[in-house]
């Protein structure tokens, strides 16, 4: 009995003494990382000239001025595109796919040697002339609204994008090692909330999109306001054209706010206009410079390193793994999905035309998008 309670107070010890070790490792640790968690924001201070937290609001902003005017644009696109460009939804179509699929292989060329410019030279640079490209086409779509004009927008879409893919790269330099690999859970955690963020957007932007195209149909503007493919679809019936071809409104040889569709588009093109202006004035460049005493530019870099600006195509070699093939599989099929996705609500929409506006279409979206956000 001695000899099982001698044993049993030795375990009790060892046990107490394993956690106390515990303990004591956690704290070592959390108060390691809070050095340097202070060592990193000092450096970025001084390199940067502002706080990561405060350059990770101004990336918000961004995202929220961003998702706010392409989705004012998007509201309204279907029907402002009828009403100014083309009427003819086999020719939309064609059109849609046509530019689509030059628009995806050019970005599945041109990314990755962007991507590595962006790594070298400059992150800011690169991400205001997709905010730039962006906002030019979106005024351009609505003022002088025309084939050209949407075969443009394809264009420049490549380089608006790209915006996206460069912001995250930015992220990188915002976050400490522990708070981008563990702490709040990490970069997955980070992208998380900036989709949650979004998401409330969004969800302001059609609110407000559809507060005023209401109140334009309840006359409270008066006649400026209304929908005006949905005032002039008995006369644009049957017809290729519904504003004809080199008019930019209804009323020949003047250009007029004709109602809530081209409302919607400019409200669009102003807040992609407060994005690129928050860029160009707010956000610092983050990218750390081998020599800050000199500023590279792109011409530059590409005639120094032209030799290896096919570098980034050797990544493609690690989609040998199975985990990752797996993987592109999955997005191939999310791809062809949303193929399908596309032809279902294109055929939906032929079928009931005539009973359809946009604001019809978005109250019959509201309830999908809460049970999403849900």
């Known amino acids: 009995l001695k000899a099982q309670a001698v044993s049993i107070s030795n375990s009790c010890t060892e046990g107490r003494d394993a956690a106390m070790e515990a303990t004591s490792d956690g704290s070592r640790g959390a108060a390691q990382e809070a050095v340097e968690q202070e060592t990193f924001e000092a450096e970025f201070r001084s390199r940067v000239g502002m706080s ?16 706010m005017g392409s989705g004012f644009v998007a509201m309204a696109a279907l029907e402002y595109t009828r009403y100014y460009v083309i009427n003819d939804l086999n020719i939309i179509a064609t059109l849609e796919t046509a530019t689509g699929t030059v628009q995806c292989l050019a970005k599945a060329v041109m990314y990755p040697f962007l991507g590595v410019i962006a790594d070298q030279v400059s992150r800011k640079r690169i991400i205001l002339a997709a905010s730039i490209a962006a906002t030019g086409s979106i005024w351009l779509f ?133 994005e690129m ?49 797996n993987l592109l599989y999955i997005r191939i099929m999310y791809y062809i999905i949303a193929g399908g996705r596309t032809a279902l609500f294109t055929t939906w929409y032929r079928r009931n035309e005539e009973v359809l506006d946009t604001f019809t279409m978005h109250m019959i979206g509201v309830p999908t998008g809460a049970v999403g956000f849900l």
């Open 52 to 67: 990561p937290r405060r350059c990770y609001l101004l990336v918000l902003v961004s995202l929220i001025l961003r998702t």
């Open 277 to 325: 202006l928050v860029i160009f004035f707010l956000l610092p460049e983050t990218l750390k410079q081998p020599n800050r005493g000199t500023k590279e530019t792109f011409s530059s870099y590409v005639r120094r390193n032209w030799r290896q600006m096919g570098t980034p195509w050797n990544n493609l070699r690690v989609f040998a793994t199975p985990q990752l093939r």
């Open 142 to 274: 609505a003022f002088v609204p025309s084939v050209v004009v949407l075969v443009l927008m394809r264009i420049l879409s490549i380089m608006g994008d790209l915006g996206y893919t460069i912001t995250n790269a930015m992220l990188r330099d915002l976050f400490s090692d522990a708070e981008w690999e563990r702490k709040d859970g990490g970069v997955t955690g980070i992208k998380s909330r900036m989709v949650v963020v979004a998401t409330v957007a969004s969800a302001f932007m059609v609110a407000i999109g559809m507060v005023t195209m209401k109140l334009g149909e309840s006359g409270f503007f008066g006649s400026y306001l209304l929908n005006e493919y949905s005032e002039k679809k008995e006369l644009c019936h049957g017809r290729r054209h519904c504003v004809p071809v080199g008019q930019f409104s209804w009323r020949e040889g003047t250009w007029e706010l004709d109602g809530s569709l081209r409302l919607l588009v400019l409200m669009g093109a102003c807040f992609y206009t407060l």
